[in-house]
């Protein structure tokens, strides 16, 4: 079953701490994978897709298809990166969206 | 990218009766999903709305409960048909497909209590 695991609910940093936010998938085949981020607020909007292999507002994420794993990191937490995450897999050939559960961050001064 | 704007933004509605939300594009998009995301859970697809054919929902959602139009490329809608207290969610209207890649563009949601 294609499935995405996002294993912490909330991750409780310090600004300038780093920050790995956990993604694992389920899934036959060659993934498509995406982190989303929904600030206080607003709309759900794309942080970063796999195959891109951007940096973006710092973050950057890798394909680990030996632990089928799609980790997102910061080295360097800010206050303004507190948000819920959510990770996200493309199934199938409508471009369907599997989402985990979500890690809500949160940065202390 | 694409903006996508919802109508209504929130709403409280009796059990039994039932609510239209409006997903309005500002661009033409192939594929426009609908998700539900229920307090304190993620995202769960409804179904697939393309423009000229049935929607194809998801396991546990059906075209009675959740009936869908897609009239033209650029606006869908959503029906929450006899509603339940179960139903008081936040739903999300999205657009994506080729020309876009594999990315989704997000409306605001609509959040909906059901008394």
């Known amino acids: 079953a294609q499935r995405v695991t996002q294993p912490e609910k909330l991750l409780s940093v310090f600004k300038g701490a780093p920050v790995e936010l956990k993604c694992n998938y389920s899934y036959s085949g060659s993934p498509e994978l995406f982190w989303y981020v929904q600030y206080s607020r607003q709309r759900l909007q794309l942080l970063l897709r796999h195959i891109s292999r951007e940096s973006i507002k710092g973050f950057t994420a890798d394909l680990n298809k030996g632990e089928t794993s799609f980790h997102l990191k910061k080295p360097f937490a800010q206050e303004e990166d507190s948000a819920m995450y959510y990770c996200?897999?493309?199934?199938?050939?409508?471009?369907?969206?599997?989402f985990g559960a979500g890690t809500r961050l949160a940065v202390h001064p | 990218s694409a903006v996508i704007s919802q109508k209504p933004s929130r709403d409280i509605c009796q059990r039994g009766t039932s609510l239209t939300i409006q997903c309005q594009v500002d661009?033409?998009?192939?594929?426009m999903f609908w998700y539900r995301q229920q307090p304190g859970q993620s995202l769960t697809l409804i179904a697939t709305a393309n423009q000229g054919s049935e929607a194809t929902y998801e396991s546990g959602f059906v075209i009675d409960k959740f009936p869908i139009s897609r009239p033209n490329l650029t606006f869908s809608t959503l029906t929450v048909s006899n509603m339940s207290p179960e139903d008081s969610s936040i739903y999300l209207c999205?657009?994506?497909?080729?020309?876009?890649?594999?990315?989704?563009?997000f409306g605001p949601g609509t959040r909906l209590l059901v008394l």
């Open positions: 999205s657009a994506g497909g080729p020309g876009f890649g594999e990315t989704q563009y």
């Open positions: 996200a897999l493309v199934s199938g050939g409508y471009n369907k969206l599997i």
């Open positions: 661009s033409q998009v192939t594929m």
